[in-house]
């Protein structure tokens, strides 16, 4: 049991990773000054006023970069790819802001093969996700791998993101879609 403790111990450390599953480093996420500390370290960026709270979880950090004034949540999970030399980056800008449990994924398996499992299968090439200045993203959203939403756009609660939106639209749904512009010109149009 001792042999366990020191090699979990170790893993949690150096691992590429924040998250509950992680005891030794998550029970520092309760504590600002201390939270921020190993959040410094581990994340790729992490900027003045950013919070990546107790509950989160985040896997391969050094991908993942956070913006000023970014808090991530309780029950939200971030999934930088882990490949070397790959894509795979989560960019989340200055000033976005996100509701709890929201996804964020940038590779998914792979799944066309009739002669293997799914789980045997891998996982298609991974795409940056960028969640571009000021935007705001509701609870519980899921996004999926190459979306990039555009600055002061907004995401509905509960809403599936499969591809890329620009500026200032609120979009919402499963698929997401747009479901109004938030500049007045373009919805006289």
Known sequence: MLVELIQKYKFDVQSDRLGPDCPFTHWKLYFKSLARNVC????????????????????????????NNVVIRPSTMLFADSRKGSHGKIIIEDNVMLGSGVHIYVANHRFDS????????????????????????GA????????VIGENSVVGAGSIVTKSFPKRVLIAGNPAKVIKYLD????AE
Not at 184 to 187: F, L, R, T, V, W
């Open 114 to 137: 009739n002669q293997h499992d799914i789980i045997q299968q891998g996982h298609y090439d991974a795409k940056d996700v960028v969640l571009k200045k000021g935007c705001w993203i």
């Open 184 to 187: 007045k010109e373009k919805n």
């Open 40 to 67: 410094i370290k581990k994340f790729s960026q992490f900027g003045i006023n950013a919070e990546f709270r107790a509950g989160a979880y985040a896997i391969t950090c050094s991908k993942i970069s956070l913006g």
């Open 140 to 147: 519980n959203v899921t996004i999926l791998p190459g979306v």
